[in-house]
T-cell receptor, first 116, second 113 residues
């Protein structure tokens, strides 16, 4: 979905390196999310933000941090990457006001991160 | 453990057949949603069914919801090779403030030509 973009699309890094994944959206949604996907485990929520001043931890926030620079931008950082953070990372947005109160998620194309 | 659990984990059928996937969940919900993911790509929203609805249709998709059994099913009729993807249910929990939108592990559907 071109309305939610993620950069980079692929990244290989080494253990201990700091890495930032970026997400931008043109949907005008207030809510933004970061998920990781591992084979057989579905998607797990890392962090979510309801607006620029609101940041909340999700199910698996340890080892990650986020920054909501603007309504349209939400970045995810790995301060010191480790191999078990190798995964697919997805950014998503939602706007319950436009979905009849539902948290319907609109996903970016994903970032494939490999930590060696 | 996860709120939503799909069953089966993998399903292989011939083109033209119907595909049925099931989802079970644990807590009370506002709605349940189904998403599709083509290999390695972002999830795409397919259909939403609210807790006060029992069945919903969208094209070749039919979703049912049984809140007494805390289960839902997704039926894809007259499947096509292009339906090959992973399908996820996601539950939007009652009194959800964003953190209780939970995805199941998914069902991998293969439609053979």
């Amino acid at each position: 979905d071109a309305d939610v973009t993620q950069t980079p699309r692929n990244r290989i890094t080494k253990t201990g390196k700091r890495i930032m994944l970026e997400c931008s959206q043109t949907k005008g949604h207030d809510r933004m999310y970061w998920y990781r996907q591992d084979p057989g485990l579905g998607l797990r929520l890392i962090y979510y933000s309801f607006d620029v001043k609101d940041i909340n931890k999700g199910e698996i926030s340890d080892g990650y941090s986020v920054s909501r620079q603007a309504q349209a931008k939400f970045s995810l950082s790995l301060e010191s990457a480790i191999p078990n953070q190798t995964a697919l990372y997805f950014c998503a947005t939602s706007d319950p006001r436009r979905s009849g109160g539902a948290h319907t998620q609109y996903f970016g194309p994903g970032t494939r991160l490999t930590v060696l | 453990s996860q709120q939503g659990e799909e069953d089966p984990q993998a399903l292989s059928i011939q083109e033209g057949e119907n595909a049925t996937m099931n989802c079970s969940y644990k807590t009370s919900i506002n709605n349940l949603q189904w998403y599709r993911q083509n290999s390695g790509r972002g999830l795409v929203h397919l259909i939403l069914i609210r807790s006060n609805e029992r069945e919903k249709h969208s094209g070749r998709l039919r979703v049912t919801l049984d809140t007494s059994k805390k289960s839902s099913s997704l039926l894809i009729t007259a499947s096509r090779a292009a339906d090959t993807a992973s399908y996820f249910c996601a539950t939007d929990a009652l009194y959800n403030y964003g953190q209780n939108f939970v995805f199941g592990p998914g069902t991998r559907l293969s439609v053979l030509p």
